[in-house]
C-alpha cells in the first residue's frame, strides 16, 4: 500500500491549538501527527460507535458468508472491521473465513485493518477512497460472481452511494447494520464557549459524523481554520455554512495534518 505522508518535521503549527472531533473509541494518531508540526491538539469525542439494535440480520449474513453465499464483501470503514470480526469470533468463525469471498476495502486505513488480521484484500481504490473511489474501480460483473450477492456490513447511517452504484452495474447487494453512530456524551461548557469564542486556531474533521455532531453545538468563527480528511467532510462542512480551508490528498491522519501544517505554511 502506498504511505502516508512522509516523514513529520518542522514547527508549521507552532502554538497553532487544533481541535479533533473523534469517535470515542479512536486512538490519538491524529494528534500525534499534529504535535510533530508543534500544533497543541484538543480531543473531543462528538462519536460513539454501538452494536446494533438487532444483531440478527448480521449473525444471518456471516453464516452464509461461512457457506460461500457471496462474491464480494466490502468494508467501508475500520469501524466496520471492528464490528463485525468480533461478532465472526463470537460466531466461532475465523475472520480467515473471509477468503469464502473477495474483500474489498473503501480505503488503505481500512485495508491495514484487515491486513492486521490476516485477512486478504482484493481491492482498494487507487485514487479517491471513497464510495465513489470504489465505485470507479469495481471490475465488471461476470456470470459466476453475478449469481452471488455482494455483503455490505456497514453503520446504521451510512450513505446509499455504494450498494445503490453496484446495483446500477447489475450486482445484487445485501445491506446490513454492523454498528450504530450515535453522539457521545456533549463535551463541557467551557470547551463549547471556547469553540464559539474561537478559541482554536483550527479544527481538523475527521468525518462527516463528527461535523454534524460538533456544528450542533457550536459553529467556530470564520477565523478558525477549517480542515477535513476528504471530499465527502469537507462537503458536509460546506453544506454547514463553513468554508473549508484545507483537504486532505487521501483520508489519513498523516495527510489531514500535513495538509493544515501546509496550509499554514502557506499563510505565512
Do not use: K
Amino acid at each position: 500500500m502506498p504511505p502516508e505522508a512522509g516523514p513529520v518535521t518542522g514547527d508549521r503549527l507552532e502554538g497553532w491549538r487544533v481541535l479533533v472531533p473523534r469517535a470515542a473509541h479512536q486512538a490519538g494518531d491524529l494528534s500525534d501527527r499534529l504535535r510533530g508540526y508543534g500544533a497543541r491538539p484538543q480531543e473531543v469525542a462528538m462519536i460513539a460507535v454501538r452494536p446494533p439494535l438487532d444483531a440478527s440480520p448480521l449473525e444471518r449474513a456471516l453464516t452464509r458468508l461461512r457457506e460461500g453465499a457471496y462474491a464480494w464483501v466490502v468494508f467501508t470503514s475500520t469501524n466496520a472491521v471492528r464490528a463485525v470480526v468480533p461478532q465472526m469470533t463470537a460466531q466461532g468463525l475465523d475472520p480467515r473465513l473471509l477468503r469464502t469471498a473477495r474483500v474489498a476495502a473503501v480505503g488503505e486505513r481500512t485495508a491495514a485493518a484487515l491486513f492486521r488480521l490476516g485477512v486478504r484484500v482484493d481491492l482498494v481504490p487507487d485514487g479517491e477512497q471513497s464510495a465513489e473511489g470504489l465505485l470507479r474501480c469495481w471490475p465488471p460483473l461476470d456470470a459466476g460472481a453475478g449469481a452471488r450477492p455482494v455483503l455490505l456490513p456497514r453503520s446504521d447511517i451510512a450513505r446509499d452511494t455504494l450498494d445503490q452504484g453496484l446495483r446500477q452495474r447489475g450486482w445484487q447487494c445485501q445491506v446490513v447494520t454492523a454498528y450504530r453512530t450515535v453522539p457521545a456524551a456533549p463535551p463541557p461548557a467551557r470547551l463549547v464557549a471556547e469553540i464559539t469564542d474561537g478559541g482554536f486556531d483550527a479544527v481538523a474533521f475527521t468525518s462527516s459524523s463528527t461535523v454534524r455532531n460538533l456544528l450542533a453545538l457550536a459553529t467556530p468563527p470564520p477565523s478558525t481554520v477549517i480542515a477535513a480528511i476528504g471530499r465527502q467532510t469537507a462537503q458536509t462542512v460546506r453544506r454547514h455554512g463553513l468554508r473549508v480551508h484545507t483537504v486532505a490528498p487521501r483520508p489519513s491522519a498523516g495527510e489531514l495534518a500535513a495538509a493544515l501544517a501546509r496550509y499554514a505554511a502557506a499563510c505565512r
